[in-house]
């Protein structure tokens, strides 16, 4: 399981952390904020991103293949639902869009090749937000 807590500090700057590491959010100076950290959306693609590289590193190393680098980068969108060419629905209104760039180097065969083309789309990130995710909010109130 994890777990993180977030507290406003000042403005829209939003301190971190996972009770072993601290960090910041915050939002741009255009949105209002004082850009002293990447946004909401910035961390969820970071997270995504991050979960990428390391599910793609963890199977080459338990197949014994040699990875010379990965990079993966996402870009989010929101793009009206008339525009969206490889949706299934015709919602109205604004589809959230993930677009990613996954570059990995090393000697791979084709079907290796294939298959990690298939496992950078697999990492848990990508699986949660690909199948959507259930929530229990809770409020309390002083």
């Given at each position: 399981?994890?777990?993180v807590?977030a507290?406003?500090?000042?403005?829209t700057?939003?301190?971190?952390?996972n009770?072993?590491?601290?960090?910041s959010?915050d939002?741009?100076?255009?949105?209002g904020?004082a850009?002293?950290?990447?946004?909401?959306?910035?961390?969820?693609?970071?997270?995504?991103?991050?979960?990428?590289?390391?599910?793609i590193a963890m199977?080459?190393?338990h197949?014994e293949?040699?990875?010379?680098s990965?990079?993966?980068?996402f870009?989010?969108?929101?793009?009206?639902?008339?525009?969206?060419?490889h949706?299934?629905d015709d919602?109205?209104?604004?589809?959230?869009?993930?677009?990613?760039?996954?570059?990995?180097?090393?000697?791979?065969?084709?079907?290796q090749?294939?298959?990690?083309?298939?496992?950078a789309?697999?990492?848990?990130?990508?699986?949660?937000?690909?199948n959507?995710?259930?929530f229990?909010?809770?409020a309390t109130f002083d």
């Open positions: 399981m994890s777990q807590s507290e406003l500090k000042s403005g700057q939003v301190s971190i952390t009770g072993r590491h601290q960090w959010a939002e741009p100076a255009s949105a904020g850009d002293t950290g990447p946004n909401p959306y910035e961390m969820l693609l970071g997270s995504l991103a991050a979960c990428t590289c390391i599910t199977y080459c190393r197949k293949m040699v990875l010379e990965v990079r993966a980068s870009e989010f969108s929101n793009i009206h639902a008339d525009d969206c060419e949706c299934d919602p109205t209104g604004f589809i959230e869009h993930i677009t990613s760039n996954v570059h990995i180097s090393g000697e791979f065969n084709e079907k090749r294939k298959r990690l083309a298939q496992i789309t697999r990492c848990p990130v990508h699986k949660t937000l690909a959507g995710v259930q229990k909010d809770n």
